[in-house]
């Protein structure tokens, strides 16, 4: 079976622009959060959404928005993208919500900005 | 605010030499506590998860403990491979939806 799918996986943007990186999650999981990987730290938190909703939301800005289709794949949309937003994104699939689940995430996507 | 501190940031051993990797969090409420391992480039990749109940939990050469009172965890590696080089990430799950605090990771080379 398939993984956790992302794309693109590398991305170069300017100041300014917006972005929309993609996740198709594991056949059969039906919640996808989102995370921001800054080099050299841990991941941060942004979206959980399960069955189309969400669920969760971290300490981000309303310049980063998501939502989730009814295949389940999920978007993340960043605009007025600042150089700080420079970063490693993470998808992460699981079965549900619940809070003991694993989480399954893909190998991201390079975000770069000039 | 919940925080996940590791240490050592990064360690360097030789092969076949065993390893115990630190982890301190505050998390509250607390409802779990995962190791995940990280390859340079790649998502991170689970290998344990312990909920507040358990002290231990093994995944071949990784054995993961927890002291839920004080608020630490451990993962011990034994007989390194070279393949094991990668950072090593203690995560602390709460109550809430998704909400998984990552620490910063110790990053582990394992020389021939």
């Not at chain 1, 669920?55 to 009814?70: I, L, T, V």
């Not at chain 2, 391992?37 to 290998?47: A, E, F, I, N, Y």
Request: charged share 15%; with cysteine.
């Amino acid at each position: 079976d398939a993984g956790v799918t992302q794309s693109p996986t590398h991305l170069i943007k300017t100041r300014g622009q917006h972005v929309t990186l993609r996740c198709s999650p594991i056949s059969g999981h039906k919640s996808v959060s989102w995370y921001q990987q800054v080099l050299g730290q841990g991941p941060q938190f942004i979206f959980q959404y399960y069955e189309k909703e969400e669920r969760g939301r971290g300490n981000f800005p309303d310049r980063f928005s998501a939502r989730q289709f009814p295949n389940y794949s999920s978007e993340l949309n960043v605009n007025a993208l600042l150089l700080g937003d420079s970063a490693l994104y993470l998808c992460a699939s699981s079965l549900w919500t619940g809070t003991d689940q694993p989480q399954h995430f893909g190998d991201g996507t390079r975000l770069s900005i000039l | 605010k919940n925080q996940v501190e590791q240490s050592p940031q990064s360690l360097i051993i030789l092969e076949g030499k065993n390893c115990t990797l630190q982890c301190n969090y505050t998390v509250s409420p607390f409802s779990n506590l995962r190791w995940y391992k990280q390859d340079t480039g790649r998502g991170p990749v689970s290998l344990t998860i312990m909920t507040f109940s358990e002290n231990t939990k093994s995944n071949g050469r990784y054995t993961a403990t927890l002291d839920a009172d004080t608020k630490q965890s451990s993962l011990h590696i034994t007989a390194s491979q070279l393949s094991d080089s990668a950072s090593y990430i203690c995560v602390g799950g709460g109550t809430s939806y998704g909400k998984l605090t990552f620490g910063q990771g110790t990053i582990l080379t394992v020389h021939p």
